[in-house]
């Protein structure tokens, strides 16, 4: 794969996402971006380079081999750490990457997904029940469905309690929001209460065990020792983003497009 550094193109939170997406696979399959804080990286536009990327043999997402971090040259105040630094699987590479995403993909496999089906139904039930409820009949698609579908479901498979579910939330809406800098919001303040929530659940499952992906990851670290406790409360925290930002988008996303195309719709109905 041969890599040809152009100027690169500046991301900019506060811009439009699809705008930008749109300008980025215009330019090439991999293409040369300046993140936030001016550190340079690539970004691969489209699904065939991605997975190029993903597998290539001299390629890591162990950050221990990114020179500009190792050196300084990022510091470890920079808004984006978290996503590069860390213990979870998504900052892992080779064998550790296999064996945290091994422990976590038992949950996901096509028997556990089958049985929680009908829970998620009647989730998604009630939410649309009470969207039928409002006056006027207009409702925030994402508020009042996209967030809470794949939050409640999520929360529900790492036995969140009911008490939890609104702070986590709060938190997680911080952390991956668009702000402008100066707002007052400080991302490693944000990732710290994450973990602080997560640690209470760890102690909470620990003392009264429950049938739920939490307590069962509690075991391969307790029991086991599969994984470390550091591991093991970052694997729940991308747990929790991974379960629900990309479903919120999947919704509101999908609601778009066939707003903008309903022969979209028809088509597949008439199937």
């Known amino acids: 794969m041969e890599l040809k550094r152009r100027k690169p193109y500046v991301l900019d939170p506060q811009a439009d996402p699809v705008s930008q997406a749109r300008e980025l696979r215009a330019l090439g399959p991999l293409v040369a971006v300046e993140l936030p804080g001016r550190v340079a990286a690539w970004s691969a536009t489209d699904l065939v380079t991605a ?5 290539h043999e001299d390629l890591t ?12 040259r990022i510091p470890d105040d920079w808004e984006l750490i978290a996503v590069v630094r860390g213990a979870a699987m998504l900052h892992q590479g080779g064998e550790d990457h296999r064996r945290l995403r ?5 949950a996901f496999t096509r028997a556990p997904i089958e049985a929680m089906r009908p829970r998620v139904a009647e989730i998604a039930r009630e939410l649309l029940d009470a969207a039928d409820r409002v006056d006027g009949g207009v409702i925030d698609l994402r508020e009042s469905y996209a967030w809470p579908l794949p939050v409640r479901v999520v929360c529900e498979l790492l036995g969140v309690p009911d008490t939890a579910v609104s702070e986590l939330r709060h938190r997680f809406e911080q ?8 707002d007052g919001v400080d991302i490693q303040e944000v990732v710290g209460a994450i973990h602080t929530s997560l640690g209470a659940l ?4 620990r003392a009264a065990p429950g049938d739920d992906l939490t307590t069962a990851l509690i075991q391969a670290k307790d029991d ?4 470390s406790e550091q591991e093991l409360v970052e694997t729940l925290f991308l747990i929790l983003i991974a379960g629900h930002e990309t ?3 999947a919704v509101t996303n ?6 903008e195309d309903p022969g979209a719709l028809c088509c597949r109905a008439a199937r």
């Open 102 to 106: 091994g422990l976590a993909s038992a």
């Open 254 to 259: 999908t609601v778009q497009a066939l707003l």
């Open 175 to 182: 952390l991956v929001t668009p702000r402008a800098p100066g």
């Open 202 to 205: 760890i102690r909470a499952k």
């Open 224 to 227: 086991e020792d599969r994984l």
């Open 247 to 249: 479903s919120i988008n």
């Open 61 to 72: 997402k162990d950050a221990a081999h990114w020179p500009d971090l190792v050196e300084g």
């Open 51 to 55: 997975q190029r990327v993903l597998a």
